[in-house]
C-alpha cells in the first residue's frame, strides 16, 4: 500500500539537530562550516537540501548518517542523542537504519549487480527481499551482471537498490544524479520518489540542483552554513516534470 508524502511538521521528527556545530580543525587553522544549526527531519518525508558548493550540504549528510559528529550540540535519531553514543553503538546504528546512496556508485566490482545488494542485507536484522527490490529498479535481467557491464544509471540502479534492500529508516543521497545524463538521471528521482512512498522510507536527497529539489515535499536552502529558506512543497512535481 502506497503511504502518503509526508509534507507536515505534525510527524514526528526522526532527526534532530539541535544547534549543531561544526568545526573542522586542519594545523593552525579552524574551520567552522556549522554553527548553531538546527533542523528537524520528519518521519517518511522527502527533503531536499539545496545549496552551492561548500555551503554545507555534505558536512550534514555525514552527521545525520553518523558517520561524522559535532562539535557542539545534539543529534538525535527518534529521540536518542547520538553525539553521545559509542562507536559501536554508531556502527549498529548506520547497518540498522541508514542507507547511503552516492554520487559514484561505489559498487564492488568483482560482484554481480545480485551479490552487490544480497551483501547489504546479510548484515541488517530486517532486510527487503532482494529479487523484490531488483524488480522494483528494473534490474531484474541484469542481475548476474558484473558492475563494468552495466551503464551508469544500471549501476546507480544497483546502488538504490543496494541501500533500499537494507529496508533501512533512512536514506541519504548525496547528488544521486549527478554523474547521470538528464533522462537517466530521471529515472533514478523516480526510483527514490517510489522508495519514499511504497516503503515510507525517510529520504534526504543534497543536490546543488534546484529543479531536482521541487519533487522533494520539503526543500531546504543553504548558504554558507546556514539555512536561507525553508520551502514545503505542497505539490511535489514528478520527476518526469523536472528540467534543467
Ligand atoms: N574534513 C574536512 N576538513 C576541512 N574542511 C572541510 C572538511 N570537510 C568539509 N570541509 C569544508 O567545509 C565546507 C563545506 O563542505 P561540504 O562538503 O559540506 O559542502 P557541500 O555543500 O557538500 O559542497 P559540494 O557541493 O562541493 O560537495 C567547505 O568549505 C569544505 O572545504
Redesign the pocket.
Known sequence: METDSATQPERPAIVQLDHVGRV?T?GEVK?E?LRDFCLDIYEGEFLAVV?P???????ILNLVGGLDQPTSGQILFRGEDLTSATNRRLTSYRRDHVGFVFQFYNLAPNLTARENVLTATEIVRDPADVDEVLEMVGLTERADHFPAQLSGGEQQRVAIARAVAKNPSLLLCDEPTGALDYATGIKALRLLVDVNRRMGTTIVL?T?NSAIAETANRVVHLRSGQISEMVVNEHPIAPEEVTW
Request: glycine share 22%; charged share 5%; aromatic share 8%.
Open positions: 573542522f586542519m574551520v562550516v545549496g558548493s561548500g555551503s554545507g550540504k555534505s558536512t543534497i546543488h
